[in-house]
């Protein structure tokens, strides 16, 4: 099992309220980074209905459900997952650990597992 490792990104003053921002914590992971009054939210920019990076670019409702620009998919900042009202769609939008240390905002590095095809 390998150790949680986190990116130092910004600071918290970096980031807008109620709006995302786009940022690479790995070499192929972009994430949306959303600050809602004094929490933090990160998730993959990449929807997963149509594979764009613009997660950054979507529409926050009152219920921190995150609306797709392209499409309107509709997902939560803090579980990655539809609204129960969305029967029937099994998408996920993947969600990182953030911490806060000195107003600075790390987010969880994960581990990509490499696939091989033989």
């Known amino acids: 099992m390998s150790e949680t490792s986190y990116k130092k990104i910004c600071k918290v003053t970096d980031l807008p309220n109620r709006r995302g921002k786009?940022?690479?914590?790995?070499e192929?992971?972009?994430?949306?980074?959303?600050?809602?009054?004094?929490?933090?939210?990160?998730?993959s920019n990449v929807c997963p209905?149509?594979?764009s990076n613009v997660m950054n670019e979507g529409y926050l409702d009152e219920s921190l459900f995150i609306a797709c620009p392209i499409h309107g998919w509709q997902f939560s900042l803090e579980t990655?997952?539809?609204?129960p009202e969305c029967k029937g769609l099994s998408a996920?939008?993947?969600t990182y650990e953030v911490k806060i240390e000195n107003d600075e905002?790390?987010?969880e590095v994960k581990e990509k597992k490499k696939k091989?095809?033989?």
Do not use: C, M, S
């Open 105 to 107: 905002v790390w987010v």
């Open 28 to 43: 192929d992971t972009d994430i949306a980074v959303f600050r809602v009054a004094e929490k933090i939210y990160a998730v």
């Open 116 to 118: 091989w095809w033989f």
């Open 49 to 51: 209905h149509n594979q």
């Open 80 to 83: 990655g997952k539809v609204p």
């Open 92 to 94: 996920t939008l993947e």
């Open 22 to 26: 786009k940022f690479t914590i790995a």
